[in-house]
């Protein structure tokens, strides 16, 4: 394998940054921090207009000529920015998942109007009593005639307060075993009986609770087989644990930090970089952010392929928001007093990113599957230890993580 960057992909580069350039207004950034909704609807509207959120969809359904590399540099370009793109990542999640196992005609209605930015899927599994143990979802999805009606409510709906749909897990058989009885939904966010609170989170991000009363939709919104939502959910979580995402997640401290120690000065006149125990954890975290993008690497061989990986997802999701925290750990420890500067407080190191990243990391660990359960998984799928806890009830159906 060659690990050197590709003439192909540093054009590609070149490119995303001109495209930045010319389409990211400054402020965008700062608009998110301050609104907590990460998702930028006039960044969107620009990335479909030119080809970046259709890159290496299929032709048949919407998918244009713009080379997925490109457009992946765009993104991280983007995330370099300061601009998430969190509706559009959870969209791709569904839409990878409508590819795998929906119909035809899903296909045709769902990616095309994706693509275009005028379809953005929020991601409905949480409830207030579930989140690890999702599958003890409450929420029901009940057949009347050739509809379904959704009753009930979600814990963090990311990004829903922007979005079209929600991709909601609902109960369709009460009276199946937990993981059997379960179905996914595509819940249209203007129907009356759709309603979005917001959370703010500890790191700024605002997330939502989502409520749904007597919402009715058509047989043709229900993902997958009837029941076998599980199955479904699955697949999806893969693809939200590492797999093709279409913007990099992962923390870029080392350069940061580094640039800002070559320049800070020590009591005696010393740079902060001068010491070698600075230079030293500054070097460890450049590594491991290496890594984490290689495990990012890995999950688009595994997609580019057209497969489903299993635990390696869970790896790559585990190392990145783990790392990830404790880089950003260093990092304030190595600033000292100045790395707790805000964005917005005059002098503040790289703007006051660290603070800022440092209490969004927090959370990273928990959403897309906390650690500790990742950690289950890694065990039992990938290293065939035993299970840590006894299963109740019975065997979960088979699945990819
Ligand atoms: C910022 C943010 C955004 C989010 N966005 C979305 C979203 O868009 N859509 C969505 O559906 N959900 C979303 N979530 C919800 C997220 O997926 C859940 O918070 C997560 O699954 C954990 O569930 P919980 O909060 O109920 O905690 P719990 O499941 O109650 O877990 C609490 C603690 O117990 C531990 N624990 C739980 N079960 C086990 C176990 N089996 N073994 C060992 N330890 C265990 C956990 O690791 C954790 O430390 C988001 C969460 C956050 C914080």
């Known amino acids: 394998m060659d690990f050197r960057e590709s003439d192909e992909l540093a054009g590609h ?64 370009e983007c995330a370099r920015a300061g601009l998430r793109c969190d509706g559009w990542a959870t969209t791709s999640m569904v839409l990878h998942t409508i590819l795998h196992v929906g119909t035809e005609e899903q296909k045709r209605r769902y990616l095309p109007g994706a693509l275009r ?17 999702v599958a003890a979802a409450r929420t029901t999805a009940v057949r009347d005639g050739d509809a379904w009606v959704v009753d009930g409510q979600k814990m963090f709906t990311s990004t829903a307060q922007v979005c079209s749909h929600v991709f909601v897990l609902a109960r369709t058989n009460p009276d199946a075993p937990k993981h059997a009885g379960l179905s996914l939904l595509l819940v249209p966010t203007d129907d009356p009986g759709f309603e979005c609170r917001p959370i703010r989170t500890l790191g700024g991000q605002v997330t ?10 058509p047989e043709a919104a229900l993902i997958g087989e009837v029941d076998r939502g599980w199955n479904v959910m699955r697949i999806a979580l893969v693809y939200e644990r590492g797999v093709g995402g279409p913007a990099s997640v992962d923390h870029a401290i080392a350069a940061d930090l580094a ?62 928001s783990e790392s990830g925290r404790r ?11 100045e790395g707790l500067l805000a964005p917005g407080a005059p002098d503040a190191p790289a703007g006051g990113a660290f603070e800022h990243e440092f209490r969004a990391a927090a ?3 928990v959403y897309g599957g906390a650690s500790e359960v990742l950690r289950d998984i890694i065990a039992e799928r990938r290293l065939g230890l035993p299970r840590s806890r006894p299963r109740v009830g ?4 088979a699945g990819p993580a």
């Open 259 to 320: 640039a800002w120690a070559r320049d800070a000065r020590r009591p005696g006149g010393t740079t902060v970089l001068d010491d070698p125990l600075v230079a030293e954890r500054i070097g460890r975290i450049a590594v491991e952010e290496e890594v984490s993008r290689l495990l990012g690497g890995w999950m688009d061989w595994h997609a580019a392929k057209g497969g489903v990986p299993g635990p390696e997802g869970a790896m790559r999701k585990l190392y990145w």
């Open 208 to 217: 939502n609770a989502t409520f749904y009363t007597g919402v009715r939709v």
């Open 13 to 76: 580069r070149a490119a995303a940054r001109a495209w930045v350039e010319a389409n990211v207004r400054p402020e965008w950034a700062e608009e998110q921090r301050r609104s907590g909704c990460h998702q930028t609807m006039e960044l969107h509207e620009r990335l479909a207009r030119d080809g970046v959120l259709a890159a290496g969809w299929p032709a048949e359904y919407g998918g244009g000529d713009a080379d997925p590399g490109y457009a992946r540099a765009v993104f991280d």
């Open 327 to 337: 880089h950003l750990a260093d990092a304030l420890d190595i600033l000292g007093a």
């Open 117 to 133: 930015g005028e379809i953005l899927i929020a991601l409905g599994y949480s409830e207030p009593d579930s989140g690890s143990d």
């Open 394 to 397: 019975p065997a979960r159906p």
């Open 363 to 365: 959370v990273t660990t």
